[in-house]
């Protein structure tokens, strides 16, 4: 490592921090001292949220901290280096009184922290990922990343390799929709994969885990700027209407499809309640949706259902390239766990539910009508009866465990098909990533069935049972 500066410049203080940005967890400071190797940030922030400036201002105290360092700072076109990006730094540097020097033909800047100790950044667009150089890097800095591809992500990584200095990398912009490759890094959870790319977060999670790779990352609404954010935001509100996908995620920060989606009204921050909050904490009318693949993910979804009609998703399995024995054997533990009544399965999998049937589950074809929001005797109205549906006092009916990832995943982007020329406009929803939204319909279709018009009567059950 190099000697640190004996005279640093100014800190950052006198510039003007808040919330996100601010104290030694906020994005402008973490990680650097004491220093994290290999730490990934990500500010994923609406419009006007200062996430341009916070960049520069964590890059200028990585140079304070790193005398000697080099980094490069990508856009994705030039235009956004010479209109946004490259002002503000220098506008920072002029702040703090730090000399700089840049030269627009080799697009680098050479940073002087005095008594000799000098800080070189290169700059590229990410428009064409072969022309991204490939420097020795001791950090790096995607700034508007949404506008870059993954490509210019694996051309640009491997540039942190400057020895004696700790490598990281942080990625500022707007937020952007869960199919995008940032997603994938900083909310695996959220991230839909392409349909020939399989997708395990999981996984994902466990290998950074046992690698000691950081990913932290930031979001919020415009909101939060004191300067700007009230009335931007009010205006924006104004113009776009409180519930359209387009506010929700360049005002508040979220990560939402763009496309229309299946289930509009969902609302993670209502419908998710941690266990210790529902009215009822374990139901005695308890199904499970189960839709099958090997490829794609088997899953199965555990609903209950109280005695004043509350829905409650309280569990889920979701795995891939499993064996019938397999699924019994966790269909069978979650059964144990939640007193499972009834097993509501893709009719299609006969072989799997013969197979659930022979380890003595109640694996029954469920009613596979998907339908559409408007049609309340098929499997999407009824799902959206029972999300939107609220009892007589006007309380919640409608509850998810907040443990169920992939649920929630797949709820968050459940789309529409597109509409083209070929076929008439239909409330038709995509065959993508929606396992657990099968699982979904086959449940609450089950609950209308059995106790949709009171208590389902036991003597019925072998005539249900022989379907």
């Known amino acids: 490592m190099t000697q640190p500066i004996l005279n640093p410049p100014p800190d950052i203080p006198k510039l003007t921090t808040f919330g996100w940005q601010a104290g030694p967890e906020g994005f402008v400071r973490y990680g650097l001292k004491p220093p994290i190797d290999y730490l990934f940030m990500g500010a994923f922030y609406g419009?006007?949220?200062?996430?341009?400036?916070?960049?520069?201002?964590?890059?200028?105290?990585?140079?304070?901290?790193?005398?000697?360092?080099m980094g490069l700072v990508t856009i994705p076109v030039n235009d956004t280096l010479y209109r946004a990006t490259l002002p503000t730094i220098e506008k920072l540097y002029r702040q703090m009184n730090i000399p700089y020097e840049y030269n627009y033909t080799r697009r680098e800047m050479v940073v002087d922290l005095g008594r000799g100790n000098l800080c070189t950044v290169f700059f590229a667009s990410t428009d064409d990922p072969s022309h991204i150089p490939g420097p020795t890097c001791a950090f790096a800095w995607m700034d508007e990343a949404a506008g870059s591809s993954w490509a210019a992500f694996g051309k640009l990584m491997p540039t942190l390799r400057q020895a004696g200095y700790p490598h990281q990398m942080w990625f500022t912009t707007t937020p952007l929709g869960p199919y995008h490759w940032l997603v994938r890094l900083f909310a695996p959870q959220r991230y839909i994969a392409p349909m020939n790319e399989h997708w395990d977060f999981e996984e994902f999670e466990k290998t950074q885990k046992e690698l000691g790779i950081t990913y932290k990352l930031y979001t919020g609404s415009t909101y939060e700027n004191p300067f700007v954010g009230k009335s931007l935001g009010d205006a924006m509100v104004a113009t776009m209407g409180r519930n359209n996908p387009m506010l929700r995620q360049e005002?508040?920060?979220e990560i939402v499809s763009m496309e229309g989606l299946v289930y509009p009204t969902w609302d993670s921050a209502y419908h998710v309640v941690p266990r210790d909050k529902w009215p009822t904490k374990k139901p005695t009318r308890v199904i499970a949706g189960v839709d099958f693949g090997f490829e794609n993910p088997c899953a199965i979804l555990v609903v209950g259902y109280d005695a004043e009609g509350r829905y409650y998703l309280m569990d889920e399995y979701y795995r891939n390239h499993i064996s019938h024995e397999e699924l019994s054997k966790a269909a069978k533990s979650l059964q144990?766990?939640?007193?499972?009544?009834?097993?509501?399965?893709?009719?299609?999998?006969a072989s799997w539910i013969s197979a659930m049937r022979q380890a003595g589950l109640p694996a029954l074809r469920a009613n596979k009508k998907v339908g559409s929001a408007s049609d309340i005797s098929s499997g999407i109205g009824m799902v959206t009866a029972a999300m939107n549906k609220k009892l007589s006092d006007g309380s919640q009916a409608f509850f998810v465990a907040p443990e169920l990832l992939h649920y929630r995943r797949e709820k968050e982007s459940y789309s529409l098909l597109e509409i083209n020329e070929d076929y008439?406009?239909?409330?038709?929803?995509?065959?993508?990533?929606?396992?657990?939204?099968?699982?979904?319909?086959?449940?609450?279709?089950?609950?209308n069935r059995f106790w949709g018009r009171g208590e389902y009567k036991p003597q019925a059950i072998k005539l249900r049972w022989t379907n």
Request: some cysteine.
């Open 47 to 69: 419009r006007s949220g200062g996430k341009t400036e916070a960049g520069a201002r964590r890059m200028l105290l990585y140079q304070i901290a790193n005398p000697g360092s």
């Open 424 to 447: 008439n406009p239909k409330e038709t929803p995509r065959k993508r990533m929606d396992h657990e939204m099968d699982c979904e319909r086959y449940a609450v279709m089950g609950i």
């Open 336 to 349: 144990k766990k939640w007193g499972i009544q009834y097993f509501m399965c893709d009719s299609q999998g």
């Open 251 to 253: 005002l508040y920060g």
